[in-house]
């Protein structure tokens, strides 16, 4: 069965460390990718998105995303955390003819330490 | 803006009671999704639909039933709610709209309680 896998559960680092956040799916076609993020108390909203093209992908507030198509892998990157990035993460998976549902991970958590 | 709201945000429910949540979007999305969200288990699909009158089960079903009378309007019922159904619960929606990419809009979320 398809499925989306990141590998850090939970993540702390310091502010201004770098953060890569891991993504792999187990799928051989052609998917579209998304990072979601959920600050706490808030709405799950899109940080970025792959559908085609240049494979190093921009979101906003400085995360980027790389598509590494040999490695079934969509990681996460920050040069800089901020405290504010405190927030759980979630890589999602759209395959082609599956009505248009998203396979999500499991989730990041992540606490940046001021 | 893409708006989607729930009708509830904390819901405190004793076990056998019939329970609704309620969820509407203002984009005329033809998609609408129902999660939930537990620590650990990320987001798990309950049901969708992606037309007034049409649903899909998701990959927890079990214990849930859904209702689209109307294409902003998607409804999630428990028709005799457990404790193990205590959890964050999700709507989202998406256009089917070529270039919209199929990006899901989700609401605030619901946190229902079942003692």
């Known amino acids: 069965a398809q499925s989306v896998s990141q590998h850090n559960h939970h993540v702390i680092l310091s502010e201004a460390a770098s953060l890569e956040l891991g993504c792999n799916y187990s799928?051989?076609?052609?998917?579209?990718l998304f990072w979601y993020v959920q600050y706490p108390g808030q709405h799950l909203q899109l940080l970025l998105k792959?559908?085609?093209?240049?494979?190093l992908v921009k979101g906003i507030k400085g995360f980027e995303a790389e598509f590494i198509k040999s490695k079934f892998s969509f990681n996460l990157r920050k040069p800089s955390v901020q405290w504010s990035d405190t927030a759980e993460y979630f890589c999602?998976?759209?395959?082609?003819?599956?009505?248009?549902?998203?396979?999500f991970g499991k989730g990041t958590r992540l606490h940046i330490l001021p | 803006d893409v708006k989607v709201t729930q009708s509830s945000r904390y819901l405190v429910k004793r076990t056998g009671e019939k329970v609704f949540l309620e969820c509407v979007q203002d984009?005329?999305?033809?998609?609408m999704f129902w999660y939930r969200q537990d620590p650990g288990l990320g987001l798990r699909l309950i049901y969708f639909s992606y037309d007034v009158k049409m649903k899909e089960k998701g990959d927890i079903p079990e214990g849930y039933s859904v209702s689209r009378e109307k294409k902003e309007r998607f409804s999630l019922i428990l028709e005799s709610a457990s404790t193990n159904q205590t959890s964050m619960y999700l709507c989202?929606?998406?256009?089917?709209?070529?270039?919209?990419?199929?990006?899901?809009?989700f609401g605030p979320g619901t946190r229902l309680t079942v003692l």
């Open positions: 999602a998976v759209l395959l082609p003819g599956r009505d248009d549902k998203i396979i």
């Open positions: 799928y051989g076609g052609t998917v579209n």
């Open positions: 792959y559908f085609s093209g240049d494979p």
């Open positions: 989202a929606s998406s256009s089917r709209l070529a270039g919209s990419y199929n990006e899901q809009f």
């Open positions: 984009m005329d999305h033809e998609n």
